[in-house]
T-cell receptor
């Protein structure tokens, strides 16, 4: 069953913050986050593993609440280059050994 | 280091034809998987492999076969193409159980079945 992402779409001005949520009805081992620009392949952003953790680099960070089976991606002081579709992918064994189940995506548009 | 290479980039098939989508990686990744991407549906897992000689089905395996005879190659075969298989297909690979490493995706194959 696909994880549910929210919101489906968001439009921001450059410099504003965004939060994208990912919720699963199944127990999770890992949550992956990817960004995809139109006509291109998804690009890996970060992975969070069971045990509950937070990660971040530069102005993009994420959290994983294992008990609630939820993850959130935080984009701080957004830049034009952050535009694209963000996908969470959930893994139920290992670091994604059995592949990932992806949400339907969140479209992020950053305007100047 | 080419990463994940998919061929062809574009393909048009007639209903009932068969074909193989090629995927090769040169990063010595253990995990490989195939996804299809349709508008509004996100990426859906077709088949995956945790190593040479080991494959298993994902969410939407019907109409597709895979094999993994080497670590590097993971071809996807369409047995008898149907219009419902019109999609963009992505191959992806990853190391096993690495804390900070996700999947690397190929550039995709855009398939149209008429």
């Amino acid at each position: 069953q696909q994880p549910v992402q929210s919101p489906q779409a968001v439009i921001l001005r450059e410099g504003e913050d965004a939060v994208i949520n990912c919720s699963s009805s199944k127990a999770l081992y890992s949550v992956h986050w990817y960004r995809q620009k139109h006509g291109e392949a998804p690009i890996f952003l970060m992975i969070l593993l069971k045990g509950g953790e937070q990660k971040g680099h530069d102005k993009i960070s994420a959290s994983f609440n294992e008990k609630k089976q939820q993850s959130s991606l935080y984009l701080t002081a957004s830049q034009l280059s952050y535009s694209g579709t963000y996908f969470c992918g959930t893994g139920h064994s290992g670091g994604g050994a059995d592949g990932l189940t992806f949400g339907k995506g969140t479209h992020l548009i950053i305007q100047p | 280091n080419a990463g994940v290479t998919q061929t062809p980039k574009f393909q048009v098939l007639k209903t009932g034809q068969s074909m193989t989508l090629q995927c090769a990686q040169d990063m010595n990744h253990e995990y490989m998987s195939w996804y299809r991407q349709d508008p509004g549906m996100g990426l859906r897992l077709i088949h995956y492999s945790v190593g040479a000689g080991i494959t298993d089905q994902g969410e939407v395996p019907n109409g597709y076969n895979v094999s993994r005879s080497t670590t590097e190659d993971f071809p996807l075969r369409l047995l008898s193409a149907a219009p419902s298989q019109t999609s963009v297909y992505f191959c992806a690979s990853s190391y096993s159980d690495h804390r900070d490493y996700g999947y690397t995706f190929g550039s995709g194959t855009r398939l149209t079945v008429v």
